[in-house]
């Protein structure tokens, strides 16, 4: 087999491919293309004789207009939320039926809004004061123990743990801090 145009393998006409790929697609890209396309990138122009000088983007508001507040849907969403809420009933009418009837996508939409997924539910856990690291202890092996009786979920209790040894750190960081200003003190009174 003769190619016409070069031998490489990347050459369409190789293959008898010429006319499957666009003309674009096997030619290098201008750098000078490239280099005017990175000029006028953004709102400023590099070719202005005013560097401070900015292009305005789109149609400017009438003096005395400030534009749609914040927080305020645009034009498509107060479309779309008309459109939801005068077929509402049907809509949910038709999923429900459509889940009754065995449909999978339906029946897992209709669960996830009648049953939303658990969150995390509030621990009332009694846990003794904690001013020292013994104490940290203390109230570790009572979350152990609280986890063990079935008071608390494994998970739970793992989170509750992980809190009591972040609170541990800071006690102990606090402690360090303390012992090495004292040091740094008597460090102090000692030199003349």
């Known amino acids: 087999m003769t190619a016409s145009r070069g031998t490489g393998h990347n050459d369409p006409s190789v293959f008898g491919l010429r ?3 666009p003309a674009h697609a096997t030619r290098r890209p201008n750098p000078r293309r490239t280099a005017i396309s990175l000029k006028t990138i ?20 009438e003096k005395g207009n400030p534009g749609r507040r914040p927080g305020q849907p645009n034009k498509r969403t107060q479309f779309l939320n008309a ?9 949910i009418s038709k999923t429900v039926e459509c889940a009754k009837q065995g449909k999978p996508w339906a029946v897992q939409l209709v669960l996830e ?23 940290i202890q203390d109230a ?9 009786a079935g008071q608390l979920t494994i998970e739970e209790g793992d989170q509750l743990a992980n809190i009591l040894e ?19 003190d008597a460090e102090l ?3 003349p």
């Open 113 to 135: 809004r009648l049953y939303p997924p658990m969150r995390s539910r509030l621990v009332q856990f009694p846990l003794p004061p904690l001013n020292s690291l013994a104490d």
């Open 42 to 61: 953004g709102t400023k122009h590099m070719s202005d004789t005013n560097t401070n000088a900015v292009v305005p983007r789109g149609k400017p508001f």
């Open 166 to 184: 972040r609170h541990g750190k800071a006690i102990n960081d606090a402690e360090i801090e303390a012992r090495l200003k004292r040091l740094e």
């Open 140 to 148: 570790i092996a009572a979350v152990l123990q609280g986890v063990a």
């Open 19 to 21: 006319n499957f790929f």
């Open 83 to 91: 459109i939801g809420q005068a077929n509402a009933i049907g809509i």
């Open 189 to 191: 009174k000692r030199l």
